[in-house]
């Protein structure tokens, strides 16, 4: 039986969204989004995530919500040990199988 790979980017949500900022600052499409690079995290929040990138020198922070506390931790790891990386690089991360155990 073949191995099952999932991906950061195969979660449900994901690409992120940019929060707070006005739409004609904030990148418009997947593409763009995916260009934005990890700064820190700000704080994880039962099955939220939050936490600012850079998108051609702005600030942005962005809010990604997960199916429970469980995979907001890990992704939250992941996010946090890939700073300087770009969203559409996170995405091609495998998630480890002990979190797709259930």
């Known amino acids: 039986m073949p191995k099952i790979t999932t991906r ?3 979660l449900p949500g994901w690409m992120p969204r940019p929060i707070g900022l006005p739409s004609r600052f904030a990148p418009s499409d997947s593409d763009a989004l995916g260009e934005a690079t990890v700064e820190h995290i700000l704080r994880v929040m039962d ?3 939050v936490f600012t990138c850079k998108y051609k ?3 942005i ?3 990604f919500s997960t199916e429970d506390r469980k995979t907001s931790d890990k992704v939250a790891e992941i996010l946090r040990s890939h ?3 770009s969203l559409a690089s996170i995405g ?3 998630l480890p199988a002990d979190l797709l155990a259930a």
């Open 92 to 94: 091609t991360i495998e």
């Open 47 to 49: 099955d939220r995530i």
């Open 83 to 85: 700073r300087e990386k």
């Open 61 to 63: 922070d962005f809010d």
């Open 8 to 10: 950061v980017k195969d």
């Open 57 to 59: 020198g702005r600030r």
